[in-house]
């Protein structure tokens, strides 16, 4: 397996849930667009080599300009599978490991991006960051009452950036759909778990937590403020 590590950025959601009138990726956190955010910690991380970002389609001279010549920008398409998927399809021959991380995850700290990068370079043909669940979980019904309450013991929350060899990833989003059980995949690892390749933890950063509503940007800009 070649050692040279690239990094896919899926950016070309809309960001229904965030609101505003620009796509997600290009939301100002102090000063600087999500998406340059999310580039600058990938390329801080030591062991990344190369950056190919998925932009909404109406966008691809924005983020060309923002990012700038270094970073390979193309369209994304209609949901993140489709955008990680155009973006996978661009990467050169040489590399072998494929990194997937979020724009909208921009505080992600880049020791996280190269543990993951370590963990698969290391031998793991796909690695994830975890943390464990904080609030209680319960299973509902469909009119919303408690079905019962769900041990947490054994359940992570999934952050990015998630790490894979690169002919694992290939083959995962050729065959990539639906899994056995018929739960949706929102994931990469989810692609890759159907495929039944062992798929390895790493903790996670709480740091790294998705910018997905308002409430969202707002800590992210407190912890920025604090950091600077
Ligand atoms: N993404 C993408 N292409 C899509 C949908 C999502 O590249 N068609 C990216 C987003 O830009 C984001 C990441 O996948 O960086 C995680 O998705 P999410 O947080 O759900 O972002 P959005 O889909 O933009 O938000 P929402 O679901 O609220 O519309
Ligand atoms: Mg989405």
Redesign the pocket.
Same mark, same amino acid.
């Given at each position: 397996m070649s050692d040279r590590v690239a990094a896919v950025?899926?950016?070309? #959601?809309?960001? +229904? =849930?965030?609101g505003g009138s620009v796509?997600?990726?290009l939301r100002a956190l102090a000063g600087r667009s999500?998406v340059q955010h999310?580039v600058d910690l990938l390329t801080s991380a030591t062991l990344v080599d190369q950056v190919v970002v998925?932009a909404?389609a109406a966008e691809l001279e924005t983020f060309a300009a923002l990012l700038g010549p270094g970073v390979r920008v193309i369209a #994304?398409?209609? +949901? =993140?599978i489709?955008?990680?998927r155009a973006a996978i399809a661009v990467l050169d021959e040489t590399v072998g490991v494929v990194l997937v991380h979020?724009?909208?995850?921009p505080l992600t700290p880049p020791a996280l991006v190269d543990a993951v990068a370590a963990a698969v370079l290391g031998g793991a043909p796909a690695v994830i960051p975890v943390l464990a669940i904080n609030d209680t979980i319960k299973q509902v019904d469909d009119v919303g009452r408690v079905v019962r309450t769900v041990s947490r013991d054994v359940l992570r929350a999934v952050q990015t950036p998630q790490g894979f060899r690169r002919d694992v990833l290939d083959e995962a989003y050729r065959l990539g759909g639906m899994s056995a059980d018929g739960v949706a995949i929102t994931d990469d690892a989810g692609l890759v778990e159907a495929l039944g390749v062992p798929v390895m933890t790493v903790p996670g950063a709480p740091e790294a937590f998705?910018?997905?509503r308002p409430v969202d940007l707002l800590l992210a800009e407190a912890l920025l403020a604090r950091r600077d």
């Open positions: 950025v899926p950016a070309a #959601g809309r960001g +229904e =849930r965030l796509p997600k990726a999500l999310a998925a909404p #994304g398409g209609a +949901e =993140r489709d955008s990680v979020d724009a909208a995850r998705k910018v997905t």
